[in-house]
């Protein structure tokens, strides 16, 4: 295929990217969770602190800090956040593009890739909210680039440019783990020379180890600010939500993954799963684009209520046939290696590998899809490559050129009908809603001094701080040393939600309970409405109450209770 037609292949996928990504389907935007954690961070630039006003454990300060700078540009925090993910999203596009086209030389496969990253359901909502998993993607996937592109043409610009974004990586997600072995791939697959073990030969191995070099000292030197967080307090808001975790004997894992401690809430331990069920959860939604869109959230659980007829039809003509050309790229690869041996070079094992790498956080205990979005693009290789091997199997090889085409034209149909159901520009959102927070927010300013300390509920605390001065500490899930941290952390309020505590997560409720019984130590002073919220049929939220108990002992006189 002529280049010039690649290209403009490539810029007409471009445009059904950009619009799928930049049109949303519901006119509010709605700060919880992690998104407004982030943001709260990029507001503290640049202490980086949560809960406690103490340095926040579980996230790198990079990607807050990145949101604070281009608050400068678009004053709005939570559009940047936006801006960002949308950014780093259209950069990923192109680097997926050389980095396939750097392996294969192969436009068809290449293409291929990009149609399913386009249309992926997943990362488009990824590109669109203020997480940082769209940003992530961005520097993994260059860090990979740039290394792979090194060592297989013997360059040394390109490793020092994958060893700059390979340490940003360090200071953004504890994912970079998984880094240090895709680059160990790529060096014995795609170096520019053969190793030779017999001869104890390896070409280029001094360059080749300064991205690796970068990530751990960057990691490191996060891991190590962790280490030292830890060792000089007793008690650490690390746990879900900010619940505190007694940080003696904390170990490599403690470090890693806070969930190893003790303290965590059982229902979200560290650890692994051996249930085929959170595999198939997890990897299920590799296969979910647009517009053949199955619900988000479906699972056991939900599938009597969100599996429509149009669902059912999708997956049996659409899915179940993406899955089993799948699967014929893994036997064919498979076959290909035992019969060859070969694996310098080996370009179909180097991209499996890849994906089994990448894909390995799906073995916590309790995951989600965002966590693997980088082993979503090495699927999508399997599926081209199946694609393309079946084509030439028939001998229908010079058709798939034709059929691109044809796809790339429908895709632009796609555009006036996805916009006829998302009709709202996502850097245009007034002001956002903090859901279950906004009231609750407004007592506490009226009726709180500035130095009272608060413990909060899951649900309800990232708004909270974002919102108020105070300084607030996560609920802690269980009861035993309740009255131990009352007095450690000097708190005088303690606020919950029937929604969190109750209805959906039951996250402290062992807590909550022994609050609500105890009333010679916690009084009850007040309870708030807070409004609910429907976005679409399958994810609405109803109204909730928030209650606020006032510590009768303890409070901002404590020994502890300033850190």
């Not at 085929?276 to 997890?282: G, H, K, V």
Request: a neutral charge.
């Amino acid at each position: 295929m002529a280049k010039n037609i690649r290209k403009k292949l490539i810029i007409l996928l471009f445009i059904v990217f950009v619009f799928l990504r930049i049109f949303s389907d519901d006119p509010d935007i709605y700060m919880n969770g992690d998104f407004i954690k982030y943001i709260a961070m990029g507001k503290h630039f640049p202490y980086h602190t949560t809960f406690n006003n103490q340095v926040e454990i579980n996230h790198g300060p990079f990607f807050p800090y990145i949101i604070n700078l281009f608050t400068h540009i678009v004053q709005k925090d939570y559009i940047a956040a936006i801006l960002i993910s949308f950014l780093s999203a259209c950069a990923t596009f192109f680097i997926i593009y050389h980095f396939f086209m750097m392996l294969t030389n192969n436009f068809n496969i290449s293409y291929t890739v990009l149609i399913f990253y386009t249309l992926s359901d997943e990362l488009i909502i990824s590109s669109k909210v203020g997480l940082k998993e769209s940003f992530v993607v961005m520097l993994m996937m260059s860090a990979l680039y740039y290394y792979a592109k090194g060592v297989k043409y013997g360059e040394k610009g390109p490793i020092f440019v994958s060893s700059i974004l390979s340490g940003l990586v360090g200071i953004t997600v504890d994912h970079v783990i998984f880094i240090i072995p895709s680059f160990m791939l790529s060096y014995i697959f795609l170096n520019y020379k053969k190793i030779d073990l017999r001869k104890f030969s390896f070409p280029g191995l001094g360059y080749a180890m300064i991205p690796i070099i970068a990530v751990l000292l960057s990691y490191g030197a996060w891991t190590g600010v962790k280490a030292y967080l830890y060792s000089t307090n007793y008690y650490y808001p690390a746990g879900v939500a900010g619940a505190p975790v007694a940080t003696n004997g904390f170990g490599l894992m403690e470090l890693i993954n806070p969930r190893a401690f003790n303290e965590t809430d059982p229902m979200l331990p560290a650890g692994f799963t051996f249930r085929a069920r959170d595999y198939a959860f997890n990897l299920g939604y590799i296969f979910n684009v647009q517009p053949f869109r199955i619900p988000r959230a479906l699972n056991l659980n939900t599938m009597n209520y969100l599996l429509e007829p149009k669902h059912i039809i999708y997956m049996l003509d659409f899915y179940i046939p993406l899955a089993l050309i799948v699967l014929y790229f893994l036997f064919k690869a498979g076959f290909d290696f035992i019969k060859t041996k070969k694996i310098y070079g080996n370009i179909d094992l180097y991209v499996v590998g890849l994906f089994l790498i990448f894909v390995s956080p799906i073995t916590q205990k309790v995951s989600s899809p965002r966590y693997i979005y980088m082993a979503y693009i090495f699927m999508y290789y399997f599926i081209a490559k199946g694609l393309v091997s079946l084509f030439m199997k028939f001998k229908a090889n010079k058709l798939y050129p034709k059929i691109l085409f044809i796809v790339a034209i429908l895709l632009l149909l796609l555009i006036p009908v996805w916009y006829f159901n998302h009709k709202y520009f996502i850097f245009s959102y007034d002001e956002p809603i903090y859901y279950y927070a906004q009231n609750t927010a407004d007592y506490i300013i009226q009726n709180f001094d500035k130095d009272d300390v608060v413990f909060a509920h899951a649900g309800i605390i990232y708004q909270l701080i974002y919102l108020t001065d105070n300084r607030f500490v996560g609920i802690p899930p269980k009861s035993d040393n309740l009255l131990e941290l009352v007095e450690y952390y000097g708190i005088d309020y303690i606020i919950f939600d029937r929604y969190y505590a109750y209805d959906y997560y039951h996250y402290s409720l062992e807590t909550v309970e022994f609050v609500k019984n105890h009333p010679e130590k916690f009084e009850f002073v007040a309870k708030i409405d807070e409004e609910g919220y429907q976005r679409s049929p399958e994810n609405s939220i109803k109204p909730d109450e928030v209650y606020i108990y006032k510590v009768l002992k303890g409070g901002k006189n404590a020994e502890n209770g300033v850190i």
